[in-house]
């Protein structure tokens, strides 16, 4: 694998692979000295266009955790706050002799292009609207762990709903392409308003009523209300959204028993999910945020590990 730039393109062999090397790299936080040599000499650069805490973090301490050097760029401290082309910044940094950059822009398709313009591996941290792999990926390991808890293991048979705002959702996708190929059956559920042109065409169902589908799922997995990127009327108000499609104190009630409650983060409390839904003992919330490091530390030595990792 030369890059990891979405789930749609990724095979179920190349994901199982990936979540079970994770399972090796969660060990590493349990230990008192958390590092490994893995990577040792190599050089990453986090490449942040957009703001972001968990991502650009567990990728760092992933980095770091496999001793490779860590070096983070934004856009406020890069030239492209000068006016410099992302083209012109990426071949800039890639001259350096970079082995593998972690991009996120607000762009979709941006993590391709860059792909095809340097020389290093290319990791898509999200892409617009896009996708986001390595968020599904830690999902798919927070839920695969949470399965194999209660004594039910594996997807097959798994009903996994995707609530909320998946118009600007480049989570969704991911999560759509990968837990399909994993054997989940995938619901979508939103107002019309906030479903994506051509769902149609996705291997899912939808839904426009959360209270028809809450109680016959194994995971729901709330998303964050994207105000930053509404220009507005997607929703009356943000009350008669969290009436409407929030994982409230009822709905939580209403979930079966052994479901799971996921979030990416961040969240709003309130709106998409309720303070008890989210500190519940259903919620892989945290699971999830521990799982990021694991799954990162596990695409990073995938792509840059052994002699197909070295920078031609």
Aim: hydrophobic letters at 40%; aromatic letters at 6%.
């Amino acid at each position: 694998m030369r890059h990891l730039l979405g789930t749609k393109d990724l095979s179920k062999e190349e994901a199982l692979a990936i979540l079970d090397l994770a399972e090796d790299m969660a060990q590493v936080q349990h230990r008192q000295v958390k590092k490994l040599p893995a990577l040792r000499g190599r050089t990453i650069v986090n490449a942040f266009f957009e703001d972001s805490t968990r991502t650009r973090t567990s990728f760092e301490i992933a980095g770091k955790w496999l001793s490779a050097d860590t070096i983070n760029v934004s856009a406020k401290g890069s030239s492209v706050s000068k006016g410099e082309s992302l083209r012109d910044t990426m071949l800039t940094l890639d001259a350096m002799g970079v082995d593998a950059f972690v991009i996120r822009h607000p762009s979709s398709g941006a993590a391709k292009q860059v792909s095809g313009w340097v020389g290093a591996h290319v990791i898509n941290a999200g892409d617009g609207q896009h996708e986001h792999p390595t968020q599904a990926l830690l999902d798919a390991f927070s839920m695969r762990h949470h399965f194999a808890k209660i004594g039910n293991p594996g997807f097959e048979g798994k009903r996994v709903a995707i609530v909320g705002d998946l118009l600007h959702s480049r989570v969704v996708r991911s999560n759509v392409y990968l837990l399909s190929k994993l054997g989940a059956e995938v619901v979508l559920v939103a107002p019309p308003t906030l479903m994506p042109a051509g769902v149609e065409n996705w291997p899912v169902t939808t839904a426009y009523d959360f209270d028809s589908v809450i109680s016959e799922l194994d995971v729901a997995m709330m998303l964050r209300v994207q105000r930053e990127r509404m220009a507005g009327g997607f929703f009356p108000t943000p009350r008669e959204y969290s009436d409407a499609y929030g994982l409230t104190l009822e709905r939580l009630r209403r979930l079966k028993e052994g479901a799971a409650i996921c979030h990416p983060g961040p969240m709003n409390r309130g709106v998409e999910i309720s303070s008890a839904a989210s500190d519940s003992a259903a919620s892989l919330v945290f699971d999830q945020v521990a799982s990021g490091v694991a799954v990162r530390m596990s695409v990073l030595y995938t792509l840059l590990g052994g002699e197909e990792g070295i920078r031609e």
